[in-house]
C-alpha cells in the first residue's frame, strides 16, 4: 500500500504539471508514450534472480521489488483519475465544471477489479494467467485513453496552457492543502491498521485484505458522488456510534480469539469514518481548475498513512496502537469548522470519561465488566450514550477518545519484552510459573520458570507426549543424523537434540532468534543447542541456496493464525524432499484456528508420490500436564514402512489425497481450507 500511495503522488503530481503547463494536444502525445514505454514492463513479474536478505530491511527490499516489477505501468494508471477528469472538464461535456462524479466512477472500477481479485482471478485463474489477461487490459486502455484524449481535443475551446498568472491566481492556500493531507491520512491509516490487525490473525490473503481496501473504496464512491441527501453533517450521528465501537473494539473487551467476528465489525465501523472524512473531503473541493492540486493533496494525505503505518509505528512503538491513535485523529474530524475547542469542554470531557475508564479496567487493574460480547455491547451502549450526549460539543468528545486510547501507549505490566518487527508484535511475559512467549495474538512458546537454570522440559505443542516430540524421539528420530527446523519460536525442540546430532533453525524474523537466545527470558537453545546455527530469511529461499541433507525436517512457521502459502505448495514440498534422504520424514505443524491443511498438503504428497498420517493430539481434560497444548501434525514421506509404523501405533491416522487440485505457486485457493465453509460442507 505504501508503495503504491507514493507512485499515486508522483502520478498526480505528473498529472498537475501536464495539465498546468503543457498544451493538451501534447498532454495526449506525452500521457501515450509513457504508456508505450510502460508495455516493456509486461507481462508483470518478478526477477528470478532476486532473493530476500534478512540482514537488510524488509521494508526497503520490499519497495524496491515493487518498483522494478510494476513501478511504470502503476505510475501510467496512477495518473489517470486526475488527468481524465482535467481533460473532461475541457471537453464542454455536461458537468464539465464540477468533473468530481468521475472519481466516484473511477473507484466503482477500482472496486470491481480489486472484488473480482480474490473471488474470480485468484481461486479460478492464478497468477499466470492473471498477468496475461491484465496486460492485454493495459493494450486495451492505452487505446481508450487516446479515444478520451481526441474528444476532449475536439470538444476543447483552446489547446494552449495556461499561463503562469492564471496558475497563481488557482493555487489554494497552503492551510487549505494541509487540511486536505490530514482529512485523508486518518481513513488510509485506520484501513491499513484494520488490514494488518485481519492479515495477522486469518492470514494475509486477497480476500482478508481486499474487504478493507474495497470498504475503503465504497466510501470514496459514495462520498464524490451526487447525492444532495449524503452530507459530513447527515454523518455526525452514525460517525459517532462508529467511534464508540471503534473504541470497544481496540479495547479487547471482546476478546483476543474472536477474530472473525471482530474482523466483521471493523468493517462498518471504516466504512462510516472513511465516509465521513471524504465527504468531508468532497465539500472542501476547490475549482476545477484546482482539482490536481486536490488530488496531489489526497494522495500525499493517503501516503502519510502508509509511511506511518508501514514505517515509523512500527519503529516508535513497542506496540501495534496505529489504530488507536487513528481512531483519536478521526474523533478530531467532527472539530473541523466547529470552533469550540476551550479548556472547559476538554476538562468536563475528561471528567466523563474516568468512570469508563474503570469500566474499561484501565484504572488500578478494575475491570467492573468482564470481556466477551455481551460485555462488550454494553460498554459500547453506555459509551455512546456519553458521547451522543456531547454530540454538540465535539472537543468533548475528542476528550473522551483521547482518554481511552491513549493509554494503549503504555507497556503492558509484567512484561519482559515487548517490542516489534516487520512481521509483528513480540511480547514475553511471567504468568502463573510460566515464562510466555506472544507473538501477535497467538502463543508462540513458553517454559516454566522453575526450570532456569537446568535442562527444560518442552512445553505448549512440543511437550513430549505431543506429536511432533512423537516423531523427534522415535526411533528413527532418535537414529537421525540431521534435523532441520523451520520457524524457531522459543526454541523448545532444541531440547530433544542429542550430542549426536547436527540441529539447524530456519527463521525469517530475526527478533525471534534475539529472544529464543536470550538466556534471561528462554534457556531452551543456551541449555540444549547453544552451537546449532539459526538461518536467517526466508526459510524457502534459503534451504534452496543451501547444501543440507536431513533426515527429519519439521515445518512451524507461523505468525499468529496466517498461513505463509508459499511455504504450503507443490513447489516446496518439492524442494523441501530434495533436503531429505531418500527415508526421511517431512513433518507439518498445522495447529490452526481457521484453516484445516490436511486435505490441500494430502493432494500435494499424492502428486508426489508421498504416503501421509496425521494426528490431532487433544489434552485430556484430567491431565496434569502444565503448559501443554493440543496440536495438529502431519507426517509425509517417501518410505512408506516409516509412515506406517507411526499408524500402528494407534495415534496417527493414514491419509490419502482426495485427488483435488494441489496447491502450487501459481494457483492457491486457501479459501478452500477455511474451517467454517467445510464444516459447512459436512
Known sequence: MLFFQVVLIVG??????????????????????????????????????????????????????????????FAVLSANAPLLQAWYSRSGGPSADDPYFLYSASNVGSLLALLAFPLLADPLLGASATSKIWSIGFVIFGGLMAISGLIALRGSSSVIAPIAADIAKSTPKMKQIATWIVIAFVPSSLMLSFTTKASTDLGSIPLIWVVPLATYLLSFIFAFAKLKRLSAKSLHVPMILALATGVVLLSNKIGHHSGPIVFLLYVPVLFVIALYAHRLL?????????????????????????????????????????A??????????LLIGKGTVTPRNLAIGLIVSYPILLLFGMIDGVDLIADGPLSALVATAMLLGALILFRSQPARIVAIIAALMLPVLWPHKGSLLQDRSFFGTHRVYSEAGLRIYQNGTTLHGLQLESEFGEKPTPKSYFYPNGPIAQVITSDFGRDADSIGIIGLGVGALACYKLPSQEWAFFEIDAMVDQVARDPSLFTYISECAPNSPTHLGDARIVLAQTD????????????????????TTEEAVRMYMDRLVDDGILVFHITNRYYDLVDPLARIAGKLGLHTASQFHQIEPDSNELGAHESHVMIASQDQSKIDSFVESGKWKAVVSDGGEPWTDDKANLLSALKLLKDNKQ
Open 282 to 322: 468532497y465539500e472542501m473541493r476547490p475549482p476545477a481548475e484546482q482539482l490536481t492540486v486536490f488530488y496531489i493533496a489526497l494522495s500525499v494525505g493517503g501516503a502519510f498513512g502508509g509511511l506511518f503505518n508501514s514505517i515509523l509505528a512500527p519503529l516508535a512503538f513497542a506496540q501495534e496502537v496505529e
Open 12 to 73: 498526480y503530481i505528473y498529472a498537475h504539471v501536464l495539465t498546468k503547463w503543457i498544451p493538451l494536444r501534447w498532454q495526449l502525445v506525452t500521457h501515450l508514450a509513457l504508456w508505450a514505454a510502460a508495455l516493456t514492463y509486461l507481462p508483470l513479474s518478478i526477477s528470478d534472480g532476486w532473493s530476500y536478505d534478512a540482514s537488510s530491511s524488509t521494508a526497503l527490499q520490499t519497495l524496491k521489488l515493487f518498483a522494478l516489477g510494476v513501478g511504470l505501468p
Open 548 to 567: 543440507y541433507t536431513f533426515d527429519v525436517l519439521v515445518l512451524d512457521a507461523y505468525s499468529s493464525d496466517a498461513i505463509p502459502l508459499h511455504l
Open 324 to 333: 488507536q491513535l487513528t481512531l483519536f485523529l478521526a474523533s478530531g474530524l
